[in-house]
Structure formats: C-alpha cells, structure tokens
C-alpha cells in the first residue's frame, strides 16, 4: 500500500487557478501576436524584441496548464510520486514566472508609443503587456504557495503505529 500524504485541500483551488492563468495568459498572448504583428508589424516592444515576449507566452501557459493539473492531481492522490511530480512542475513554473515577470517589467517600463499621439493600438499594447506581467505574478505567487504547501506535506513524519498483540495487551493479574 502507498503511503499517503496529508497535503492541504486548497492546493486544488489554486491548481485550478494555475490553469485558468494560463487560458488566460496564452489568451492575452495570442491578442499581443495579433495586435503587434498583425495590426503594427511592431518589432519591440521597448527594449524587449517582441518575438521575445510572445515565445515567453507561448512556451510558459503549457506549464501553467500541465503544474496546475499535476496540483489538482496530487491533492487527490498525495503519494510520494503525486507529489514530486507536482514540485518538478512547479519549480518550472516559477522558473518561467520569474523569466516572464524581469521581460515582461523591462517591457512594460520601457514601451514607448512611437507616435506623438494617443493610437488605441499602442495603448492597448502596453495595457496587453501590463496584464501579462499582473498574471505572470500571480502565477510566481501562486506556485510558491503550492511549493511551500507541497514541501510541508513531504516533511511530515509519518505516523507512529503502535502495534499490540494479545500477550502484551492481556493485563496482569
């Protein structure tokens, strides 16, 4: 029999928040794309390439998507496998959340509309780009959650079972 883990029931909330973040950052991702090559042909944005910004979207929502899955998963089933599973996606996770979070701010800081005027299209892609980077946060605020919740639940000593048999059971008379 596996042993299981005792792994809180809120890291099911939040591994369904880790995939709906990632709809939700491949969603902005794909308006970035349209709006900054399609409508634009805009080459950076600031000081960061766009195709920099839009392959750190394409390549982060997967593992926003398979992380929040594999928490979902290992709350239900917390085993030793469940769980380490869980901390290996997690970790790339963050390691993308934090890459994401330093492009996105240098984006963010650093785009300038090039026009002297107020365009929509320009507007929209800064207020695109400072989404991406509020969902990125989250992203990194929440796999550190799940890490600490996950590490906690394999920390945990297991539990003492006190074996009896009848001759140490009987009482003495």
């Known amino acids: 029999m596996t042993r299981r883990f005792p792994l ?10 880790q995939i709906v973040l990632a709809l939700f950052h491949y969603t902005l991702g794909f308006l970035c794309a349209v709006l ?35 928490a979902i998963i290992a709350q239900k089933k917390p085993t030793r496998y469940q769980l380490t599973s869980a901390i290996v ?10 890459f994401g979070t330093i ?45 600490c919740w996950i590490v906690r639940a394999l920390k945990q000593s297991e539990p003492k079972k006190e074996s009896y048999t009848l001759s140490e059971s009987s009482v003495s008379s």
């Open 36 to 70: 900054f090559l399609g409508e634009e042909d805009v080459k950076t944005t600031g000081s960061v390439p766009v195709l920099l910004t839009l392959g750190y979207i394409i390549w982060s929502s997967p593992f926003f998507l398979i992380s929040g899955c594999v």
């Open 103 to 147: 492009i996105l701010c240098i984006a963010c800081l650093s785009y300038v509309a090039e026009m002297e005027d107020y365009v929509w299209s320009q507007l929209a892609g800064g207020m695109l780009l400072q989404y991406l980077l509020f969902s990125s946060v989250t992203e990194l605020i929440i796999v550190s959650i799940l890490l």
């Open 89 to 98: 996606m997690n970790i790339f996770s963050a390691c993308f959340s934090a």
């Open 8 to 17: 809180r029931t809120e890291a099911r909330a939040l591994g369904a928040v």
